[in-house]
């Protein structure tokens, strides 16, 4: 019987046509199951997770995008609020999700501070696909009517001329309201003492009280004790002015160029969400912030709206968080 002849040692033998097609065309197979996915996309409701309570700006303003874009998508949105960890938890949740865009989320105003300050399960930076910059919250800065300056260059003077220190209300340790003080104390040279709070409440309340003298407010919180004298604004902490506040300089222009400070909401999906999906998530949402009564109802809460691209919000994230971590840094600020 004639044996056939050996093949070659460490040579694997051919793949068959059947094998070989096979593995050819598993590659076209997965991109055109992305692309049927993306086609079909949304065939069932979509959350957007929301990492607090209730209630808030945050909530405010997803839920506003969530009740227009669920028309435009012909599917719900609905948002899902997930407090704890400081807004921490909720976000692992998405990022822990199938990146199929049907979870997302909108951190809080944290969110670019929160790698600088905790232990997270995740990677800011890398575990989330941006989506859109949803809209933005310059804060003002506001003094009690005692307080003597007018402008930012004299509380300047005052911090670093005062024989007692000059103390600033911050709405929690590691708040974007904490921050914007001490920005201003390493940018300015001064050392005003930071009061921390349970949240802005209780520190616009000391503030008005006499307690404390600054404070970086949101500014629809501060409004009505501008218009009635309970309290000075001195600048806003935007690069330029803002429609509810037009007389009010802003501090880059008032002597520290450079100083900006906002408050941001976003729209992120897990990483690996396919990008057919991302466009249109990204595509239907620009259109509702583009409509006039969602950009009212936005400046009704002191939100700007926001816009641009998916890798503009990435660049925005990351200027943030750098900018963020080296004030952390610099001002020895530890979570207690």
Known sequence: ??????????????????????????????????????DSYPSRPIRIVVPVAAGGGTDFTARLLADRLGGALGQAVVVENRPGGAGNLGVQHVVDAAPDGYTLVMPITSFPINPSLYKLGFDTARDLAPVLLVGTLPLVLVVHPKVAATNVKELGQLANTSSTPVTFANSGTGTTAHLAGELFNHMAGTRMLSVPYKGGGPALSDLLGGHVQVYFSTIPAALPHIESGKVRALAVTSTSRVPELPQVATIDESGLPGFEVTAWFGLFAPARTPPAIIARLHSESSKVLATPEVRQRLAQHGVLPGGGTPDGLRDYLATDMAKWRRIIQVAGIRLE
């Open 1 to 38: 019987m004639t044996q056939a002849p050996s093949r070659q040692r460490g040579i694997p033998p051919f793949p068959s046509r059947r094998i070989f097609l096979q593995y050819a065309l598993a590659p076209l197979g997965t991109a055109a199951g992305a692309a049927w996915a993306a």
